[in-house]
């Protein structure tokens, strides 16, 4: 082990955009506490990003297997236990044969923090007698529904009747709660091996560190600490957009798309201040022809400017010669460099799915919401959007549970132009401030981490 490192980090991530984003963030901060910190990811995923990490950020990249380095195949697809139970099997083996060759190379691993979506990693740092230190990607509220689902206090089905009563968590109706335990029950029976499974063994684990703000949720997290050692450590967001203590920290540096970023900036740059409306659904999420038509409807009649990211694989469903129809009003981008749209000063709103990556980043740079959340947390998410942090709007579905475009329209009016637009901006602003101090020198997350990396160094 080199001098200058008061000691050697291994973090391992789930191979998705939203996991590696959070981890990748928190491996730069142990950099600046002068903790060696190695990512680890998968060798497919590996091979799908494309990387601007510079010498500056000072992180190593490591691949271990999950079984499929060309792909997933289709059997794996259509059944994702396979994938589970192979990743399981074949990381394990992979992961300990790193930490051997990185400890025979005179790096010696002292820690493994792993994405809990990873939990084997806490039985291979546990072999080597490492320090294990779990990651939640998620909120401390999200994870506590999943704790009490692992331990039979909330049971599935849940009624439509049943109000969901969990300590430190504010009331939920079923709709609130994650779409796998309600709005979409059974459809995806795998979600147990991610989210439920990772309570087998959190217990065991010397550390359970939250990419979340204490000061956002702060009596479910007291309530966990009561379990586990608990840290909140967030927001994981680059340093440029927070307390700018890390040289040139302005970009997550690792991206599954390629983004327009003189497209979106120059064409931000010519529009007035909080005036448009920025509209993204993150890396996964997929609408039906007739939702990516009414959307694009909705944001035409709205008649505001507006940058949509539309996925490549999206841009089939939108309406014909919708580009024509724009006008100078719209914009309409395969992708897009996120925090610099949301801290850009023409951005009035944000219409987002809700997920945790684009929430954090939309409380940490003041920008209001509208949520149109598409599944898994994104439900809860928008629940304390609305009620508990008051910075957003519940775009209303229909029946078909479909987004019209008179409602899209109302949603962007009221936050663009009414009075409790007016609110949710203070509040934004607000929570932006809270957030802020957090990570600063002091703040509630800056502590945890500055804990954290003296009770692991030599």
């Known amino acids: 082990m080199a001098d200058q490192w008061k000691a050697h980090c291994l973090v391992v991530s789930h191979p998705a955009q939203g996991h590696i984003n959070p981890m990748l963030q928190f491996c730069k901060r142990l950099a600046y506490h002068e903790v060696k910190a190695t990512l680890v990811t998968t060798r497919f995923f590996w091979k799908t990003v494309t990387t601007e990490l510079t010498s500056d950020s000072k992180i190593s990249v490591e691949t271990i297997s999950d079984g499929y380095d060309d792909g997933v195949d289709e059997e794996a697809t259509k059944n994702p236990k396979i994938y589970a139970q192979r990743f399981r099997e074949v990381g394990s083996q992979t992961l300990s044969e790193l930490i051997e060759k990185l400890a025979g190379n005179g790096l010696s691993v002292d820690c493994v923090i792993y994405d809990s979506f990873v939990h084997f990693a806490l039985d291979v740092a546990k072999k080597f007698g490492l320090v294990g230190a779990a990651f939640l990607t998620q909120t401390c509220s999200v994870n506590s529904i999943y704790f009490h689902l692992h331990q039979g206090i909330l049971k599935l ?220 947390d994104q439900t809860t998410n928008l629940k304390n959007i609305v009620d508990v942090w008051k910075v957003g709007l519940r775009a209303p579905m229909d029946e078909k549970q479909i987004l019209r475009r008179e409602p899209i329209k109302h949603c962007i009016k009221e936050v663009m132009e009414g009075e409790k637009g007016k609110e949710m901006k203070n509040n934004a602003i607000k929570w932006m401030n809270v957030i802020k101090n957090s990570i600063d020198n002091g703040g509630s997350s800056d502590q945890n981490i500055a804990e954290f990396v003296a009770a692991i160094s030599k």
């Not at 009596?219 to 890390?246: A, H, Y």
């Not at 999206?314 to 006008?327: A, H, R, V």
């Not at 949301?342 to 929430?359: Q, R």
Request: glycine share 6%.
């Open 157 to 376: 089905p849940i009624d439509k009747e049943t109000k969901i009563l969990l300590p430190g968590v504010t009331e939920l109706q079923p709709s609130d709660l994650p779409t796998f335990l309600y709005l979409q029950y059974g459809m995806h029976p795998h979600f147990w091996d991610l989210l439920v499974d990772p309570f087998d063994n959190i217990g065991k684990a010397d550390w359970v560190l939250s990419n979340s703000v204490y000061e956002l949720e702060p009596q479910v997290v007291e309530w966990m600490k009561k379990m586990w050692p608990v840290r909140t450590i967030g927001p994981t967001v680059p340093s440029l957009f927070l307390d700018k203590r890390i040289p040139n920290d302005d970009d997550y540096g690792i991206s599954m798309f390629k983004p327009s970023n003189d497209v979106c900036m120059n064409w931000l740059d010519d529009k007035p201040k909080a005036s448009v409306v920025y509209v993204s659904f993150g890396s996964i999420a997929t609408h039906g022809e007739e939702q990516m038509q009414e959307l694009a409807w909705g944001l035409i009649d709205a008649d505001t400017y507006f940058l949509w990211v539309v996925r490549a694989s999206e841009e089939g469903k939108l309406p014909k010669n919708i580009l024509e129809t724009l006008s100078k009003k719209g914009l309409i981008v395969t992708w897009c460099p996120q925090l610099k749209v949301l801290a850009h000063e023409a951005v009035g709103c944000f219409i987002t799915h809700c997920g945790w990556n684009s929430t954090l980043e939309a409380l940490s740079l003041g920008v209001p919401m509208i949520g149109v959340p598409y599944w898994s």
